[in-house]
């Protein structure tokens, strides 16, 4: 049975860090692009940033580019998102995705 986990999420004041991490089981993972998306109260789930399967290549949204790195540990199967510089409309439910499995969600609020 596969299992997505997100973890990290919490509430922290703007201009402030968090790291999120995702670990996925039930299968092997490192051969697949992993990603983050996320989900503001009242908005549609929006994309975040995305790596390769090999961490070659790495994608950000615009609103995130500069402020968010995503990476990953193949050995482990889990994927980073390290935010910086958090701003209130980062306030939102991550989710991490890989391939057509999702996570749960962590909940990320920037106090302003």
């Known amino acids: 049975q596969v299992q997505v986990v997100e973890s990290g999420g919490g509430l922290v004041p703007a201009g402030g860090s968090l790291r999120l991490s995702c670990s996925a089981s039930?299968?092997?993972?490192?051969?697949?692009?992993m990603a983050w998306y996320r989900q503001a109260p009242g908005k549609q789930r929006e994309f975040v940033a995305t790596?390769?399967?090999?961490?070659?290549?790495?994608l950000y949204a615009d609103s995130v580019k500069g402020r968010f790195t995503i990476s990953r540990d193949n050995a482990t199967d889990t994927v980073y998102l390290q935010m910086n510089n958090l701003k209130p409309e980062d306030t939102a439910i991550y989710y991490c995705?890989?391939?057509?499995?999702w996570g749960q969600g962590t909940q990320v609020t920037v106090s302003s």
């Open positions: 995705n890989i391939q057509q499995y």
């Open positions: 039930g299968r092997a993972f490192s051969m697949y692009n």
């Open positions: 790596i390769t399967w090999n961490k070659r290549q790495t």
